[in-house]
């Protein structure tokens, strides 16, 4: 029996551990199972390029799908997201690939205000007329200029503070700018404010288009000449004109893209409908009631009665007449109207529109009793009111020269319809007194002179 006690031993000792064996590999599989599980339903935080590309991506689009009066409006909100962006994507290169959520909480504060700003353009874009769109994407690129300024300072990365112009004027109105050897091809002047745009001998290169063209490097500026044709332009739409810079940095192409906005060539069509009162007299005759007045004998009476006008109308005081009707009398009952010598006629009013009548019957003899019965006639008259409306009919507005339409007489109301850029409606109204009216848009002034006179004027020099 003891001789085989140690055999026993070493068996169980085995089946233990080999049990213990089973029971953390078993373990192991299972955490390994729920980790797993775990990392599969809970995504792994985006990195920085991943959070980049998604802003890009939303630009382009919003930036696409921007309507002329976003292009013109918002252009300076979507000018600031992209400068900070292409900053962002600069001084991250070497680290694109860390996660997002590494950052401070003041860098991530950055690509928030991007999706921020993304986020209002887009509510602007999908619903322009909702009420205080534009102020929205105002208030939430706030904060941007201040985001460049901080990196300026602190980061060794180029960074563009802010460049011009922000608008292209038509080609054809741009007296102001260089002639082109051509003679009809202005030059547009760029100028670029930043820091650290040049590090390296290449200078730095700006392209639009198929045109290329190197910088003339001033301290913290450059400066580049662009033919106006360069450029994209619409007849009737204003448009997004991208241009992209490029800079050496570190071994490296930087690239930022600079976004203008083109003014089209025509800049719109208008129509001004009058609302005219004309007044014409209207006439018609009245014809008084009877009026009776009685005497005794040898004695005299006077019935006096004023009369009004009804209401809306006025007595035409030089066409009016008095009748008398009849006159009687009597002596001893036996009728004889000469003993009558009454009369009918009129009398002071007591309220100029007023026609009063007096009608007198007065005896020719002491025996005689009388009785006079008058009435007058007259015409009445009123101004009666006829609206019509008169139509300009659609109009161009010209950027060369302000566009003038007289009112009409008698113009009592107007409403001018105002379709810009072939996608912006205005609608303005006013009276005869109206002097000013605030047109809301930054190149386009309604004015009213002292010759009743409706003024348009389209000035792309509003646009510099």
């Known amino acids: 029996m003891t001789a085989g006690t140690p055999a026993s031993e070493s068996l169980w000792t085995r ?7 089973v029971v953390l590999l078993v373990t192991g599989a299972a955490l390994a199972y729920a980790q797993l599980h775990e990392d599969r339903s ?15 991506a939303e630009r382009a689009e919003l930036q696409a799908h921007a309507d002329s009066l976003a292009r013109i409006e918002m252009l300076s909100s979507f000018r600031a997201a992209s400068l900070l962006l292409d900053a962002l994507a600069s001084r991250y290169e070497p680290e694109r690939e860390q996660t997002l959520d590494r950052l401070p909480a003041t860098r991530r504060e950055m690509f928030v205000r991007l999706e921020a700003v993304n986020a209002a353009l887009r509510a602007a874009i999908d619903r322009p007329r909702a009420p205080g769109v534009a102020a929205a994407v105002s208030q939430a690129a706030s904060g941007i200029p201040a985001d460049l300024e901080w990196m300026a300072s602190f980061d060794l990365s180029p960074v ?38 040049k590090r390296d001998r290449a200078l730095p290169v700006l392209a639009i288009g198929s045109w290329r063209g190197e910088a003339v490097v001033t301290p913290e500026r450059l400066k580049f000449v662009v033919p106006r044709s360069a450029f994209p332009t619409d007849a009737r739409h204003a448009r997004f004109a991208p241009g992209w810079l490029f800079l050496r940095h570190d071994s490296r192409t930087v690239a930022f893209q600079l ?33 009776l007045a009685r005497a005794p004998a040898g004695e005299a009476r006077t019935v006096r009665r004023c009369f009004d006008p009804p209401p809306g109308w006025r007595f035409d005081k030089s ?13 001893d009952d036996v009728p004889d109207e000469t003993m009558n010598s009454g009369s009918v006629s009129f009398v002071r009013e007591d309220r100029p ?35 019509r409306v008169v139509q300009s009919g659609v109009r161009a ?8 339409v007289p009112f009409e007489p008698g113009m009592i109301e107007w409403k001018l319809y105002v379709r810009l850029f072939d996608e912006i409606d205005r609608e303005f109204a006013g009276n005869a007194d109206t002097t000013s ?17 409706l003024t348009l004027r389209a000035d792309p020099e509003a646009f510099r």
């Open 15 to 21: 089946t233990l551990v080999l049990l213990l064996l």
């Open 259 to 291: 976004l203008f906005t083109s003014i089209p060539e025509g800049a719109g069509g208008f129509a001004l409908d009058q609302k005219v009162r004309s007044v014409a007299p209207e006439s018609n005759t009245l014809v008084s009631p009877e009026i």
């Open 160 to 197: 563009i503070l802010s460049y011009t112009p922000m608008f292209l004027a038509p080609r054809r109105t741009a007296p102001g700018d260089p002639p082109a050897p051509a003679g009809d091809d202005p030059l547009i002047e760029i100028e670029i404010l930043g820091l650290r745009l």
């Open 42 to 56: 809970v995504p792994a935080p985006p990195t920085i390029a991943e959070k980049l590309v998604i802003l890009q």
């Open 353 to 387: 529109s007023q026609i009063c009548v007096a009608v007198v019957a007065k005896a020719a003899t002491k025996a005689a009793r009388t009785a006079t019965i008058g009435r007058f006639e007259a015409t009445l008259v009123r101004d009666v009111s006829t609206d």
């Open 397 to 404: 507005l010209d950027w060369s020269e302000p566009v003038r």
């Open 319 to 331: 066409k009016r007449r008095v009748v008398i009707v009849e006159r009687l009398g009597w002596i």
């Open 437 to 453: 009216v605030p047109s809301g848009v930054t190149f386009l002034s309604i004015t009213v002179d002292s010759d009743k006179n």
